[in-house]
């Protein structure tokens, strides 16, 4: 059930800038074992079992734990052949970790690969198939091979660092969420912290597989087919207790809300999202490090320009360089002056990176910015002095983005424009736009979306993104190391030239505007009402001569639309009241 292998210190060393631990490949043991959990989400009368692939060091000493849990290792090339020895250790984490004296653990969840159970998307038999692998880690569960031997960890020194991407980010949340004993340190990429954010945005579904049973979609797509018929019972539950009805946020998604328990986080969390990850969108990391700044958890975040990415492809020396110091520091104790290095790496539109002390950047302070009416050859104005009046807005008729920010100048129903005079000086956004409409509908429901957009010339650079199986299962063989930077392929990037760039968009259905948890109809009888929402995080720098601008409108198309009837949504916006909040850091650089 022990095999041990030499391990290619070398070949990663060569491909970066760092020293090689050894000239010569240690030798480490690899290891499959089945974690006996504490529950039964099958229902067979039988405790689930969580397969494990290990990775260590072949000697005597104790060891610290980097760990990578997932769904996605039973699909495709990756799934297991046997139950009796492991997949093959794809990622780069074996390779750069075990020479230093690590042991790498790849998990299985529950109901996924050669686990038992039942997946639930983020319920809490996800997080309870990472703690059964900790508490084996660290002496507090049984384990056993596949011949039903006993396994024991006791070259473990019980501290845990889990990393991972996309579902394979969320897991360490869960996990530092639920303050796993022993989770020392968790790296969340492009990672969820909230279930209803990732299929919802306050009240209303994002288009596609969001928008119907997601919870139990996900689910089938990673449940291994030994499981499918136990775990029927368990999917059709999550369908029916999902709450697509209305939207509304339920205790079934509170469930799946890290950020609801955020007060028992003590793992320090090391963060990275692409500001343009429209999969996991940025508000998955904005409001998590909000919480975990709020309760001064120690923490890191680089954001980068790209979509739903991993930094080993495409700042791979760095990356490894900041790892290696951080998992030394967290789970070894080395005072290695890690965490005296800036908190915050941002990446430029170019591609090139800036630091700063924290996030958002120091000195951030809120503006707010009226709508007011055309002024300035603009259909619409921001100006720091409210006005009055009100403008008339419709449906979008399935207007594309391009298409919403197109002609700020030109008055149209389908969308209102409210545009800063050009700046003076540059402008800095960092943190959370917020945004409230004073608005009369004729519809009870009615969906509202606002973009950020930079007014301006410039060119914006499109990065290829991955999916989460993509993610999950790149390989890292000596190919790999050889043909490729640090076992991930580089996203590809297409530079195009724009005269408005969309920084951050967020949605709401105005039924939702008192709350998530309770739909509260709009009057339809012309009375007011005001309707606040956030949008994602973003940072982001407006360069003066610019123009800052926000774009309303109605059914937008990566949206569920609203049932409007035949006579389609009639709203109308007061202006005055109707506002945006910026986070400018410096403050306020409008004026008038």
Not at 309 to 316: H, K, T, Y
Not at 461 to 474: C, G, H, N
Not at 509 to 537: C, F, I, M, Q, Y
């Amino acid at each position: 059930m022990r095999r041990v292998y030499l391990v290619a210190a070398t070949l990663l060393t060569a491909a970066t800038t760092f020293t090689p631990v050894s000239n010569a490949a240690p030798a480490a043991i690899t290891e499959t074992v089945y974690v006996e959990s504490t529950m039964d989400s099958d229902a067979d009368g039988k405790l689930d079992r969580i397969a494990a692939d290990v990775m260590r060091p072949d000697s005597t000493a104790k060891v610290p734990i980097v760990m990578e849990a997932s769904p996605y290792y039973g699909l495709g090339t990756f799934a297991a052949k046997a139950m009796d020895v492991p997949r093959g250790f794809s990622r780069w984490y074996d390779e750069y970790f075990v020479p230093r004296g690590y042991a790498v653990v790849e998990m299985e969840m529950q109901g996924t690969s050669r686990s038992t159970g039942c997946p639930t998307t983020g319920g809490p038999e996800d997080t309870a198939s990472v703690k059964a692998v900790v508490d084996w880690l660290n002496g507090r569960a049984k384990a056993f091979y596949a011949d039903d031997r006993p396994a024991t960890a006791s070259w473990s020194t019980g501290n845990v660092g889990m990393l991972g991407v996309s579902y394979n980010g969320t897991l360490p949340n869960a996990a530092a969420a639920a303050n796993i004993p022993g989770v020392k340190t968790i790296v969340p990429i492009a990672a969820i912290s909230s279930w209803y954010e990732y299929s919802r945005d306050q009240g209303i579904a994002y288009r596609g597989a969001h928008s119907k049973d997601y919870p139990t979609y996900l689910a089938n797509y990673v449940i291994s087919s030994a499981q499918k018929a136990k775990c029927k019972p368990v999917l059709d539950k999550l369908a029916a207790e999902d709450g697509d009805e209305t939207f509304d946020y339920t205790s079934f998604w509170k469930a799946r809300d890290y950020r609801q328990t955020a007060q028992n986080v003590t793992a320090s969390v090391f963060a990275v999202h692409g500001q343009a990850d429209w999969n996991v969108k940025p508000s998955q990391f904005g409001r998590w490090w909000q919480q975990l700044a709020d309760r001064g958890v120690p923490r890191k975040i680089w954001l980068h320009r790209g979509g739903h990415l991993d930094p080993i492809s495409f700042r791979q020396a760095e990356w490894q360089r900041v790892m290696g110091l951080w998992m030394d520091h967290w789970l070894k104790g080395v005072q290695n002056g890690i965490m005296n290095e800036p908190m915050a790496d941002f990446q430029k539109p170019d591609g090139t990176w800036e630091q700063d002390a924290s996030w958002p950047r120091p000195n951030t302070k809120d503006t707010t910015l009226y709508f007011g009416p055309a002024a300035g050859g603009m259909s619409g104005s921001l100006t720091t002095a409210p006005g009055t009046g009100t403008q008339r807005l419709g449906d979008n008729a399935n207007l594309s983005e391009t298409q919403m920010m197109a002609n700020p100048e030109t008055a149209d129903p389908r969308r209102l424009v409210y545009v800063t005079p050009p700046l003076t000086q540059a402008a800095r956004v960092s943190g959370e736009v917020r945004l409230t409409a004073r608005v009369a509908s004729n519809r009870a429901s009615t969906p509202l979306t606002a973009l950020l957009v930079d007014y301006g010339p410039g060119t914006q650079a499109v990065m290829t993104d991955r999916s989460p199986i993509q993610l999950s299962t790149e390989t890292c063989t000596r190919a790999d190391l050889r043909d490729r930077t640090g076992c991930a392929r580089p996203p590809d990037v297409s530079v195009q030239a724009v005269t408005a760039t969309m920084l951050t968009r967020g949605s709401i259905d105005a039924k939702n505007r008192a709350s998530l948890e309770t739909s509260t109809p709009l009057p339809t009888n012309g009375t007011t009402v005001d309707v606040s929402w956030r949008l994602h995080a973003r940072d982001a720098l407006i360069p003066a001569g610019h123009r800052i601008g926000i774009v309303i409108v109605t059914n937008h198309s990566g949206y569920v639309a609203t049932d409007t009837g035949a006579a389609g949504i009639a709203l109308n916006v007061s202006l005055g009241v109707s506002n945006v909040v910026l986070p400018i850091v410096g403050g306020a650089v409008i004026t008038g």
